[in-house]
């Protein structure tokens, strides 16, 4: 099928104590499965979209049917920011300053250290729900940091995804209570660089 619920590449515990089993839980199984849910609701009011991977869904917004957008924009953008989340996570796969992505970081912000406090402080300003990514820019040819909204996505501005965090409440309220900046803070120690390096490389071409 080309839509379907992925499954937890890891335990759920697998990121403790950085990130605990009970939030790993309901992030998964309750938050993202509803987004699933809903957009395949949503879908199947559009047959031709069974077809068609909810990444390009959302990288081409105008070409979906007016009465069904928004439930697109926040339930299939759901579906899939989730889906790239959980594979962007790992407790041992650190960052490394002579992989492509590691070297495009340190020429694009100059150094590790401040690219990490750049993107924590996109990640901790932005006012209610929403991510903040490291992404890819077709244009420019350069990473950038960027903030999205609810459950917007990057693709759907033309840009790749290449590192995620979720600063909705539900993926850390349950161990760090309103302490986002620690969340953010924790979240710098499970991020799978060979996976993000891995996508570097395939957004570059």
């Known amino acids: 099928m080309m839509h379907e619920f992925p499954k937890l590449p890891y335990k759920y515990n697998s990121l403790e104590p950085y990130i605990d089993e009970e939030t790993m839980k309901v992030h998964h199984d309750k938050h993202h499965k509803k987004y699933y849910d809903n957009f395949m609701e949503a879908i199947s009011e559009v047959p031709e979209y069974a077809e068609v991977s909810v990444e390009e869904i959302l990288s081409d917004l ?3 049917p007016e009465k069904i957008k928004q439930k697109i924009v926040n339930n299939g953008g759901g579906h899939y920011n989730h889906s790239f989340f959980w594979e ?3 407790k041992d796969k650190p960052f490394d300053p002579d992989s492509e992505i590691g070297k495009a970081i340190l020429e694009k912000f100059g150094g ?3 690219f990490k ?3 924590s402080n996109s990640a901790l300003t932005l ?4 991510w903040a990514w490291l992404v890819y820019n077709f244009e420019s040819g350069e990473i950038e940091i960027v903030q999205t909204r609810n459950q917007e996505s990057p693709v759907s501005i033309n840009k790749i995804p290449l590192i995620g965090i979720d600063v909705w409440e539900h993926a850390y309220y349950l161990k760090y209570q309103n302490k986002r900046a620690e969340y953010i803070e924790a979240f710098f ?3 799978n660089w060979e996976k993000v ?3 570097f490389i395939k957004a570059k071409g």
């Open 88 to 90: 962007i996570l790992s």
């Open 197 to 199: 390096d891995e996508l």
């Open 112 to 114: 590790y250290e401040e």
């Open 62 to 64: 105008n070409s979906i």
């Open 117 to 119: 406090e750049m993107f």
């Open 127 to 130: 006012f209610g729900s929403g």
């Open 189 to 191: 120690n499970v991020i």
